[in-house]
């Protein structure tokens, strides 16, 4: 997920540029101001506790029966404030939702709250967090973690979900018996002590917010949570799967009307044959798809554009120019090779399909990749990436273009599989094609393109499996734990320096990042998929001790799409956690499903906190560079088989 070298020097302008403003300094935390819409029941700041139903109101016109209602959230240093609109269209939260809180004084080891080495430890009956879901009584397995980022007064309480939370549920959560470092009992603030006690008169400020906390009570009691000992408690719906994808669907389905069995129109720029021993020929054009988005030609910075029945809808004539770049193997004048999308990394390009390690892919095993951008996080991008941190507001604009993003992924694998066959370009000297039309649409990518691959995939009638490499899903978690994310902290630093607030924010972009990323997809990603999609197989390849993309994410991820893990996962002693790969089933020799594979190069651990790792080299491209994860990768992507290619042991790889 490395920045490439041409957004670095963006980047680095950018932030001396922004680095001039002339900031004022930052103003104290705004404490909960029930007038302002805020919760009196976690005053450190407004929107805490998160996520929450005190920010959401009833509307029987949507599948969960509320809709998100924020009257207030955050400010930058500069006075502007985050704009809830587009959080309003919501239904609910995101489903990886981090649940956030500040306990001022709580120490988790003395408390006995699940840490991410012991998940298993989130179940106990007597866990100090509980997770309830109220529809069906299942306690949510979770972690628990202080911000390591932040200073003691301003620590957020984080518990992060180890499988994403159900589309639509409502969720009750409970923290009690919780102790300081000395072992002493951390009594209620005094909002929550009242709100615990007699009832309140009808003109107190906090009798409407004791009446709503009394409904979660009687959840968190009849499930076997009751009051003794408790701190606080609250309740969140998740959004539902129309909220989440329906956006996406709607763009997909009336797109796909409009085209029919035909291939999108495109243009081919450019054509270099004898590229090298590997690719006997490269092929760059552009493909047309429809624009959903509010300027014409959907420029970086610009967002869905709307109709008044609130979905995302056409500019008259509005298109996107879908560059594409495509690397042909030579054994395709042989045998027509096998069609596949590939996906590049963080704020990368189409270019990175001409990658060592994917033209090897290409010509060891007789693929033809192709490749366009992941708008919206593409190179092209990153002004606008740094602009939407300053001002998170402007986040919408980020997450409105990787959904546009899906839909040209979706027109260029058409066009690979209906229309370059036809194309000069894409045949050989007696006009036969070098792409086999009858086979599969397949995809494989890495980093962010293993990230936002699997959106893809959930989302795309054509392809059944799927190859995600060093991927993972949900950016709330990712990004502190990332080694990418500490340039992009400058900036939040920078306008949003209070780290509580912080956290709060990333909270609030992932409600949006979830509408182009796996994580609002995930539950979809395998064996219940999207309306006009077919089941998928995913194979999910790890890097251990990833500075980039944090294996615990991944493991996230394996548990809320189904999908297994090779055994024996690791060398013993290499995973700290007290049972590795905890709620993951395993298999050995051969599988026939979804699979995720840890592939060890030696790197240490990474940290148990939100921080990146800095020790040992970073793994992160072995996986793709190593030939036999290429013939897993290449074995599956053509049976769906997930084959042992590590001898019966752990996939090591010695770098």
């Not at 963080?346 to 366009?372: D, I, Q, Y």
């Amino acid at each position: 997920m490395r920045l490439p070298q041409r957004s670095l020097a963006v980047f680095a302008a950018l932030a001396a540029s922004l680095a001039l403003l002339t900031v004022p300094p930052a103003a104290p935390a705004a404490a909960a101001d029930t007038a302002a819409g805020c919760d009196p029941i976690d005053p450190a700041a407004c929107l805490l506790p998160f996520p929450s139903d005190w920010y959401t109101v009833p509307d029987a016109g949507t599948p969960t029966g509320r809709r998100v209602a924020m009257r207030t959230t955050l400010k930058n240093v500069l006075g502007l404030p985050i704009r809830p609109d587009e959080w309003n269209r919501a239904d609910g939260f995101s489903p990886g939702s981090m649940l956030l809180s500040r306990v001022p004084g709580i120490d988790l080891a003395r408390t006995g709250a699940a840490p991410v080495t012991d998940i298993g430890a989130s179940l106990r009956d007597d866990a100090p967090i509980a997770i309830v879901d109220t529809e069906t009584g299942e306690r949510w397995p979770y972690w628990a973690e202080l911000d390591a980022n932040a200073p003691d007064d301003r620590k957020a309480l984080i518990v992060r979900p180890a499988r994403n939370f159900r589309e639509g549920h409502r969720y009750a959560v409970a923290l009690r018996n919780l102790r300081d470092a000395s072992g002493n009992a951390i009594a209620p603030n005094d909002a929550f002590a009242r709100i615990l006690g007699p009832e309140l008169p009808s003109g107190d400020p906090l009798h409407e917010r004791q009446r709503e906390t009394g409904k979660v009570l009687a959840d968190l009691d009849r499930h076997g949570v009751g009051r003794d000992g408790l701190y606080l408690a609250w309740d969140f719906t998740v959004a539902s799967r129309q909220s989440l994808a329906g956006p996406v669907l709607h763009m997909r389905d009336e797109a796909l009307r409009g085209l029919g069995d035909r291939s999108p129109s495109f243009l081919v720029t450019q054509v270099t044959d004898d590229v090298d021993d590997r690719i006997a020929r490269e092929v760059k054009g552009i493909v047309w798809a429809p624009s959903y988005l509010d300027q014409y030609g959907g420029l970086p910075g610009s967002a869905l554009y709307r109709g008044r029945d609130g979905r995302p809808a056409r500019l008259p004539g509005n298109s996107q120019a879908v560059p594409f770049q495509c690397e042909i193997p030579r054994s395709a004048f042989d045998e027509p090779a096998r069609p596949a999308l590939y996906g590049h990394g963080l704020l990368g390009r189409e270019g990175e399909v001409g990658a060592g390690n994917v033209k090897s892919m290409a010509a060891e095993h007789g693929f033809a990749f192709c490749a366009t951008k992941w708008i919206g996080m593409a190179d092209e991008d990153v002004p606008n990436v740094v602009s939407a941190l300053a001002d998170l507001t402007r986040f919408r604009t980020v997450a409105d273009r990787t959904q546009q993003g899906l839909l040209n992924f979706i027109f260029l694998g058409r066009a690979m599989t209906r229309g370059f066959a036809g194309h000069k370009a894409f045949q050989n000297g007696s006009g036969a094609s070098l792409i086999d039309t009858g086979a599969e649409l397949t995809f494989d990518g890495n980093s962010q393109g293993g990230i936002m691959g699997g959106a893809l995939t959930a989302v795309s009638p054509d392809i059944r499996r799927a190859v995600l490499g060093v991927p993972a899903m949900n950016y709330s978690t990712l990004l502190n734990r990332s080694s990418d994310f500490p340039q992009y902290g400058q900036v939040l630093d920078l306008f949003y320096p209070d780290k509580l607030d912080q956290q709060i924010g990333i909270a609030l972009i992932q409600m949006l990042w979830d509408r182009g990323e796996a994580n609002g997809y995930a539950w979809h990603m395998t064996d219940d998929p999207l309306p006009g999609t077919p089941a998928h197989r995913v194979l999910m390849h790890v890097a251990f001790g990833d500075h980039q993309v944090a294996p615990v994410a991944a493991e996230v991820q394996a548990r809320t799409i189904g999908a297994s893990v090779h055994a024996p996962v690791v060398r013993p002693g290499r995973n700290p956690d007290k049972v590795p790969y905890w709620g993951i089933p395993t298999f050995g020799a051969a599988h026939e499903g979804s699979a995720m594979i840890i592939w060890d190069s030696g790197s240490p651990a990474p940290p148990l906190g939100n921080t990146p790792p800095t020790e040992g080299r970073d793994p992160h491209s072995d996986p793709r560079n190593n030939a036999d994860a290429r013939r897993q990768k290449a074995i599956f992507l053509k049976t769906g088989t997930v084959q042992d290619v590590c001898g019966g042991g752990p996939c090591v790889i010695n770098p």
